[in-house]
């Protein structure tokens, strides 16, 4: 069982900065694939940035040039830095893990990002 922790989201105007934590337990980090997904009212949930075991990322389209994930072995910590925040970013963001060698997917609490002058 992968336990899931969010932290960092928050209220910030149009143009700031957020950074999202995910600390996760209970599995091998290293070899747990991790993700990024968000889901703003009666919208579907939609995948905002992923990162492979290996380091390799993808993005939607939509937050490319202005999101980075990365993930901090050491620490068991998967980070989302958002940057340059648009009223459209506003959402409750989820992290997500999926062990590579054990399989299943785990979902965090979530955390609310407005983003709202």
């Known amino acids: 069982q992968v336990q899931l922790v969010e932290s960092g989201g928050g209220l910030v105007q149009p143009g700031g900065s957020l950074r999202l934590s995910c600390v996760a337990s209970?599995?091998?980090?290293?070899?747990?694939?991790m993700a990024w997904y968000r889901q703003a009212p009666g919208k579907q949930r939609e995948l905002v940035a992923a990162?492979?075991?290996?380091?390799?990322?993808n993005y939607l389209d939509s937050v490319k040039g202005r999101f980075t994930i990365s993930r901090e072995n050491t620490k068991n910590t998967v980070y989302l830095q958002m940057n340059s925040l648009k009223p459209e970013d506003t959402a409750v963001y989820s992290c997500?893990?999926?062990?590579?060698?054990?399989?299943?997917?785990?979902w965090g609490q979530g955390t609310q990002v407005t983003v709202s002058s």
């Open positions: 997500h893990a999926r062990p590579v060698l054990s399989g299943g997917n785990y």
């Open positions: 990162i492979t075991t290996g380091g390799a990322t």
């Open positions: 209970g599995s091998i980090f290293s070899m747990t694939a």
